[in-house]
C-alpha cells in the first residue's frame, strides 16, 4: 500500500514508517518538525514537511494516490496539555478534522489513528478494557477522545475505515530511531539520563499509592510491538467501521521495577530521589490486551521489560545527546 504517516519524524511514527517499509509498503513522511526530527525519518522514506493546520498544503500533500494514513501527529504532553490546552484544542483537533477533511477530498478512505489510554481518565477497573468509561482527566487526553469521536462520525457518514488505537505506555527504540523529547517528561528516558550523568538523579513521582510497592504501576509496551500493531491495523480497516483497540501488553511494572530493571541492564547505580505525586498521575494503567489480539492477531515480541529497556539504553548510548548533536562515534 501507499501511505502517509503524520508525525512520522517522531518517535512512534518514525518506528512505525520503518516498520511499515520494512513490510513492503511504499511510506511518505508528513511532519511540520516542530517537535520531530529530520534525522529520524526513515531512510528512502519522503519527508513533506507541512504542518496540519494549512488545509491547503495538507490537501495537496493527500493528492499522492494514498491507500491509507498513520496519524500520528499530535502533542502529546499532559502538563502542557493543562497549562496550555489551546494548544492541544487547535493542533491535535482541528490538525486532525483538517486531516479528515483533506483525506475525504482525495478520496482516501483508510485512517489508523494513535490514539491513548488517557481517553479512559482514572479507571474505577483495571485492566481496562474498551468498554472503560470515558472520562479524560486533562485536555490531552479530552483532545484524543474527541478525535476519535470524530473519526466515528466521519466512518458512519462518509464510509472512511479507520481504527483507533489506544497506547499504553511506550518504550524501547528500533535500530536508529529511539525517543528524543526536549523537554524529556517520561519514566525510561529520563532514568537512562541519570544513569548517564545527564541528569544528577531520577524522581521517584509518589511513593504512597495503594499498589504492592507504593509506586505507580504502568504497561510498558516495546515501540515495535506498537509498531507492528499499526501494520496490522493499517492492513485490517474495514470501510464504514472504526473500531477502537487498547494496545498493551496486559503486564503492569512499578517505578520502582522499572528503575531495578535499568540498574539491571545497564549495570549503573541510577541516583533516585522520592518526591511527591505528580498532578493527574493516577496509580495504576494496565491494558487488557485480549481485543486486539482477536482482532489482529497481534502478539507482542517483546513482552519483556528488560529488553524495552535495553533497546533505549542502545539508542541512548548511540545518540547521548539525541536527535540535535551527532551520534556517538
Ligand atoms: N515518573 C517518575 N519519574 C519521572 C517520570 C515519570 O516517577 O521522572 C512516573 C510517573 O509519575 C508515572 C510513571 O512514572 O507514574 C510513568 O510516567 P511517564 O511520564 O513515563 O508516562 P505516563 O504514564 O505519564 O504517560
Not at 491507500?67 to 500520528?72: E, I, Q
Not at 500493531?229 to 464504514?240: D, S, V
Request: hydrophobic share 40%.
Amino acid at each position: 500500500m501507499r501511505l502517509l504517516v503524520t508525525g512520522g519524524a517522531g518517535y512512534v511514527g518514525s518506528v512505525s514508517a520503518r516498520t511499515l517499509m520494512a513490510a513492503g509498503h511504499d511510506v511518505v513522511v508528513l511532519d511540520d518538525l516542530s517537535r520531530g526530527h529530520r534525522a529520524a525519518v526513515p531512510d528512502g522514506a519522503e519527508l513533506i514537511e507541512c504542518n496540519l493546520l494549512d488545509l491547503d498544503s495538507l490537501t495537496t500533500a493527500l493528492s499522492g494516490g494514498f491507500d491509507g494514513v498513520l496519524h500520528c501527529a499530535a502533542f502529546a504532553l499532559v502538563g502542557e496539555s493543562v497549562s496550555q490546552p489551546e494548544l492541544y484544542w487547535r493542533n491535535n483537533i482541528t490538525g486532525s478534522l483538517n486531516l479528515l477533511d483533506a483525506m475525504r477530498a482525495n478520496g482516501v478512505k483508510s485512517l489508523v489513528f494513535s490514539s491513548t489510554c488517557a481517553c479512559y481518565g482514572e479507571p474505577e477497573v483495571v485492566p481496562i478494557a474498551e468498554d472503560c468509561p470515558t472520562r479524560p482527566v486533562n485536555p490531552y487526553g479530552e483532545s484524543k477522545l474527541a478525535v476519535d469521536r470524530m473519526i466515528t462520525a466521519e466512518a458512519a457518514a462518509h464510509g472512511l475505515g479507520a481504527i483507533s488505537l489506544r497506547y499504553f505506555n511506550v518504550a524501547g527504540a528500533s535500530g536508529p530511531c529511539g525517543e528524543d523529547h526536549e523537554p524529556e517528561t517520561h519514566l525510561i528516558p529520563n532514568i537512562l539520563r541519570a544513569a548517564q550523568g545527564r541528569l544528577t538523579h531520577v524522581s521517584i513521582f509518589g511513593t504512597d499509592y495503594p499498589t504492592p510497592d507504593g509506586t505507580a504501576v504502568r504497561d510498558y509496551i516495546h515501540v515495535e510491538d506498537l509498531a507492528l500493531a499499526h501494520q496490522l491495523a493499517l492492513e485490517k480497516t474495514t470501510p464504514g467501521e472504526h473500531r477502537i483497540l487498547n494496545l498493551g501488553n496486559g503486564n503492569g511494572f512499578s517505578v520502582r521495577e522499572v528503575i531495578e530493571a535499568a540498574r539491571r541492564v545497564t549495570g549503573l547505580e541510577i541516583p533516585v530521589v522520592e518526591a511527591p505525586r505528580r498532578e493527574g498521575d493516577p496509580p495504576m494503567l494496565v491494558a487488557a490486551s485480549a481485543k486486539i489480539r482477536a482482532e489482529l492477531g497481534w502478539e507482542p515480541k517483546h513482552p519483556e521489560l528488560d529488553s524495552m529497556i535495553a533497546d533505549a539504553w542502545a539508542f541512548a548510548t548511540a545518540r547521548p545527546g539525541g536527535y540535535s548533536e551527532p551520534p556517538a562515534a
